[in-house]
């Protein structure tokens, strides 16, 4: 495996939405992509990103600096997927906190915090580009200023989000919209709606079982 100058970037979920944005972050960064906690090896610094389960004190140790990218104003938000959370709560920009990693997940002392800009058309795809593109940059600020960067210990009252499931992904549905959604030509005249001055098509499939 090859190791970046400035330590690594763990993910453990191979399938995390992060694995593809973080594997350009780790290029431009000079640090080396892990998926396996077996080949943390130690270094200067060690990222974890989208990562569920809890990283041990034997592994941090090995590091100089262990940090978490998380997507929330951190104390409010910590637990499970806060930017789809807020964003379902109607906010329109996400705030992303940059702390050490710690004993009690998501409560460790913060290196920087900045907000980025969502806007109410911005796609999943999109959202998730855009965002590792903006955390990318304080990646970059914290490898540089390193030795000067004071983390402040998390202010205020926590609040969590559960992790979500399959279930929250169900979009309400009639008889009379399905039967127009499946007799819908999905080449000449796919099925779409229009919402927030854009327009959006719907690519409809039976799922497997």
Same mark, same amino acid.
């Given at each position: 495996m090859? +190791? *970046?100058?400035?330590?690594?970037?763990?993910?453990?979920?191979?399938?995390?939405?992060?694995?593809?944005?973080?594997? #350009?972050?780790?290029?431009?960064l000079?640090?080396? #992509?892990?998926?396996?906690?077996?080949?943390?090896?130690?270094?200067? #610094?060690?990222?974890?990103? %989208?990562? @569920?389960?809890?990283?041990?004190?034997?592994l941090?140790? +090995?590091?100089?600096?262990?940090?978490?990218?998380?997507?929330?104003?951190? $104390?409010?938000?910590? %637990?499970?997927?806060?930017?789809?959370?807020?964003?379902?709560?109607?906010?329109?920009?996400?705030?992303?906190?940059?702390?050490?990693?710690a004993?009690?997940?998501?409560?460790?002392?913060?290196?920087?915090?900045? =907000?980025?800009?969502?806007?109410?058309?911005?796609?999943?795809?999109?959202?998730?580009?855009?965002?590792?593109?903006?955390?990318?940059?304080?990646?970059?600020?914290?490898?540089?200023?390193?030795?000067?960067?004071?983390?402040?210990?998390?202010?205020?009252?926590?609040?969590?989000y559960?992790?979500?499931?399959?279930?929250?992904?169900?979009?309400?549905?009639?008889?009379? @919209? #399905?039967?127009?959604?499946?007799?819908?030509? $999905?080449?000449? =005249?796919?099925?779409?709606?229009?919402?927030? *001055?854009?327009?959006?098509?719907?690519?409809?499939?039976?799922?497997?079982?």
């Amino acid at each position: 495996m090859s +190791k *970046g100058t400035n330590g690594d970037v763990y993910i453990g979920d191979t399938a995390h939405p992060s694995v593809i944005p973080m594997l #350009f972050s780790c290029c431009e960064l000079d640090l080396a #992509f892990v998926i396996d906690k077996k080949h943390l090896n130690g270094g200067k #610094f060690l990222w974890l990103v %989208g990562v @569920t389960e809890k990283i041990g004190k034997s592994l941090r140790d +090995k590091y100089e600096h262990v940090l978490v990218i998380h997507a929330s104003a951190l $104390p409010k938000g910590r %637990g499970w997927s806060p930017w789809i959370h807020e964003l379902r709560e109607g906010a329109d920009e996400i705030c992303i906190s940059v702390i050490e990693a710690a004993e009690k997940i998501d409560a460790g002392d913060v290196w920087i915090q900045s =907000y980025m800009t969502v806007p109410k058309t911005m796609l999943y795809d999109d959202i998730i580009n855009a965002m590792y593109a903006f955390a990318h940059d304080m990646m970059s600020y914290c490898i540089a200023h390193a030795d000067d960067i004071m983390p402040t210990p998390q202010q205020g009252e926590p609040t969590h989000y559960k992790r979500l499931t399959d279930e929250d992904s169900r979009i309400p549905m009639d008889e009379a @919209t #399905f039967d127009r959604l499946r007799t819908c030509d $999905p080449l000449r =005249y796919p099925p779409f709606f229009e919402i927030r *001055g854009k327009r959006y098509e719907v690519f409809v499939r039976e799922a497997c079982e």
